[in-house]
């Protein structure tokens, strides 16, 4: 940018910082700026749009323009040229307004006075604030200079509207991050949860927006630099010893962005025109997010995310801020993150009340973790990080899929009411917890519990489960950065086992592979991983790891009885091969003079269609099986369980699949061979009753949900159940949900 542009910049935006600290209130303070952007550009009109809402823009201050207009002029994101500007996040610069596309005429503001437009967007990280609009009356297209200049500005009110310097009456004035604010996601874990925000990437707070001295801006900003690329070095370097190429080449794309010139040359520039090196870097950032959103290359799309996190990385060298550590956790503390892996979640504890994500999956492993610790967990939460602040007040409604930021006092009293009447439900389960689970015609429904830490075990008898039906040894292996050691993984089984107190625990040999990619593993590029090779396929394609985690479970079991289930299993020969490679290691820790265990029982997870019409000798040959509702139910229905789509539109009540389970369960039988259900579906009441009318007789579920279970299952007759359920069938009905519900409602069994 030319230098006398850059000394244009500096005046004004020393102008404009003069405005923050004036006496007056936000309406005061926009009527100022108006003017002396008008001024100081030569332009006839200037006005600034702010957001009311999120798809509406109303205008908040003008010069030139009806003052009449202000705060009753408003347009729809996307309508007319302002809303173009605020939807697409780049400068509008028409030389004939009323003649280009897109124009909408306000009458009330009197503008069809003026030809020439140019519009630009305030915009910080990413999000459109406003717009800010200078007009005139002939015909002119603005120069690249005078865009550039009133972007400075929008930069610089983006900034003083984050700080709430333009506060004041209406919508469009609230302060930033004060109003109440309700957004919809989906549900990871069922739950209510109420507390605080606590961010797990602390939004950067600029106080100090424009540079007095440009030169000494520059040198803070290449110290800043250097320290930055002396960190991603230090990162890389250490990468490489320990992970694979792909990780690497990323590290690599993150270094060569980091001493790429034109972002420097470009900060530097927005440097010269006024700003502080924080919001030059803000600037850059929030305008490369524009640019970069509308590509439609999914690779280029990527790469936007790495230049975000070199610009956050950046900004907290500049700035000193997140670098706090975890151990200052608030008690009701709920998690707001993008997104957040298994090990970075237990970081945190289980101090935390709740967990809220912009992505995330049902299946991810902090998705399990919070269903161990029994907290709510919403996913695709959109924009969450942006709207919520360390300390806001913060509602999670767990079954509807609903944040609540900064509630009402309204929102407030019906939310607590609703965990008050919880609170009652769970002191009426403790009551039950020690009843065998029984049902009214004398059926006994065996109660277990799902788990994947140690930390879990305590709820084995908070919850009354009479085992562990499930305990997933992939967590072990996800939380590390390199494959565990033989010996720590057999001291933690062993530690599990003691924590049972005799009490049975399937281990479930380790199900990696699809979206569970350790940061030591080379993640195959599979079209869909679920499909993959993953589980048990990696298990017998790549014996190595699958012998240690064996020898571990030998050797943890310590000549205690000792269950182990196999994962994924499609075909019968998989089983028997992976059944002869676990007694071939067993016979070789017994030559090495381990103690071995006393009593061995080795069983398959029905997770595929196929393994239910598997040759006789499967089931003869298998000590137990369970079934895997979660991946059972995706390939059943052909309905990717991560995609929110198609997931949800399948009923686990449906006809079709009910009639499945009977199946498995007759077949089962036939065998004497022990099934379970384990999965989501097991821990829903109503789900848990059908299946048991089909013929199961064992479930496995999280600690939280075996007493609603429970509490429907002592009080329902299985044959009045039945019965309804094959009315429903014989009617021709899709679903037998509204059947049985009426049913239930009519015995008082709904909880």
Not at 410 to 424: D, N, P, R, S
Not at 504 to 522: E, Q, W
Not at 588 to 611: F, N, R, Y
Request: glycine share 8%; aromatic share 6%.
């Amino acid at each position: 940018m030319p230098t006398y542009a850059g000394d244009y910049s500096r005046t004004l935006l020393k102008r404009l910082r003069e405005t923050m600290v004036d006496d007056g209130d936000g309406q005061a303070r926009l009527d100022h700026i108006v003017e002396l952007v008008a001024s100081s550009m030569i332009s006839e009109v200037c006005s600034i749009y702010l957001r009311r809402d999120r798809q509406t823009l109303e205008l908040c201050a003008t010069q030139g323009l009806n003052k009449d207009a202000v705060h009753k002029t408003r347009m729809r994101i996307g309508e007319g040229l302002v809303g173009k500007v605020a939807k697409t996040a780049q400068p509008v610069n028409a030389a004939d307004a009323p003649q280009t596309k897109g124009f909408r005429y306000m009458p009330e503001t009197g503008e069809e006075l003026y030809k020439s437009f140019l519009g630009v967007p305030v915009q910080r990280m990413g999000e459109v604030l406003g717009v800010l609009v200078v007009q005139n009356k002939e015909t002119r297209n603005y120069s690249e200079d005078e865009i550039y200049a009133l972007e400075v500005v929008a930069m610089l009110l983006a900034e003083m509207k984050e700080l709430g310097v333009f506060t004041g009456d209406g919508e469009a004035m609230s302060a930033p991050h004060k109003r109440a604010h309700q957004i919809t996601g989906g549900v990871a874990q069922e739950g209510f949860a109420q507390g605080v925000v606590l961010l797990h990437d602390p939004k950067i707070v600029v106080s100090n927006l424009v540079a007095d001295d440009p030169e000494e801006e520059k040198k803070r900003l290449h110290e800043a630099m250097d320290q930055l690329r002396l960190n991603v070095d230090d990162l890389l370097n250490a990468t490489k010893r320990g992970a694979g190429k792909d990780q690497t080449e990323v590290l690599e794309a993150y270094q060569m962005l980091a001493n790429s010139k034109g972002w420097s040359t470009r900060l530097e520039s927005s440097i010269d025109s006024g700003l502080t090196a924080e919001v030059a870097v803000e600037k850059e950032q929030s305008s490369t997010r524009a640019r970069m959103e509308r590509v439609p290359d999914p690779y280029l799309r990527e790469r936007l995310h790495d230049f975000d996190d070199l610009s956050n990385r950046l900004l907290r060298v500049l700035t000193g801020q997140g670098s706090g550590t975890k151990d200052s956790i608030p008690d009701n503390a709920i998690l707001v993150a993008k997104n957040i892996g298994p090990a970075e979640l237990l970081e945190y504890g289980k101090r935390l009340k709740g967990v809220v994500l912009e992505q995330g999956s049902v299946g991810s492993h902090a998705a399990i973790i919070a269903r161990a610790w029994a907290i709510p967990m919403l996913i695709h939460v959109d924009s969450v990080t942006r709207d919520a602040l360390n300390g806001d007040e913060i509602l999670i409604d767990g079954e509807q899929g609903i944040v609540h930021l900064r509630p009402t006092v309204e929102v407030k009293t019906i939310f607590q009411g609703t965990m008050a009447m919880l609170t009652q439900a769970q002191e009426k389960y403790a009551a039950i917890r020690e009843i065998p689970t029984k049902t009214v015609d004398g059926t006994r429904i065996k109660m277990q519990m799902n788990a994947g830490l140690l930390v879990d075990l305590p709820s084995l008898e908070s919850s009354g489960a009479e085992g562990v039906g499930l305990f997933r040894t992939e967590l072990q292996f996800l939380m590390r950065s390199a494959v565990p050691k033989r010996d720590e993984l057999a001291k933690t089984y062993g530690h599990v086992m003691d924590s049972a107190h005799g009490k049975p625990v399937t281990f479930r040999t380790l199900d990696i592979g699809s979206d569970k990619v350790a940061s030591y593993m080379n993640p195959m590029d599979e079209p869909n991983p679920a499909m993959g090779w993953r589980a048990i396929r990696l298990g017998l394609d790549k014996p190595g790891v699958m012998k240690m985690q064996l020898q571990a479970l030998i050797r943890g079991a310590a000549g205690r009885p000792l269950r182990v289930m196999f994962p994924f299993i499609a075909q019968f020969n998989e089983f028997r091969d992976a059944h002869a490679l676990f007694f071939k290691v067993l016979d070789g820790e017994h030559k090495l003079g381990h103690v071995v265990p006393k009593d061995v029982e080795i069983g398959a997870m029905l997770e595929t269609p196929s393994l239910a019409f598997a040759p006789d000798q499967f089931f003869e040959m298998c000590d137990f099986i369970s079934i895997g509702g979660n991946d059972l139910k995706q390939f059943f229905y052909a309905a990717d369980r991560e995609n929110e789509r198609v997931r949800k539109r399948y009923d686990t009540l449906n006809v079709s699949f009910l009639t499945f389970i009977e199946q498995i369960a007759a077949r089962c039988d036939a065998f004497d061979t022990p099934v379970s259900f384990c999965g989501e579906d097991a821990g829903k009441p109503i789900e848990a009753l059908c299946f048991a009318a089909m013929g199961l007789r064992e479930f496995s579920m999280r600690p939280t949900s075996i007493g609603p279970v429970k509490d429907i299952l002592l009080r329902a007759d299985l044959n009045e159940a039945r019965d309804v359920i094959n009315e429903s069938r014989k009617s021709g009905a899709q679903s037998v949900r509204a059947d049985l519900t009426q049913w239930l409602k009519t015995k008082n069994l709904m909880t």
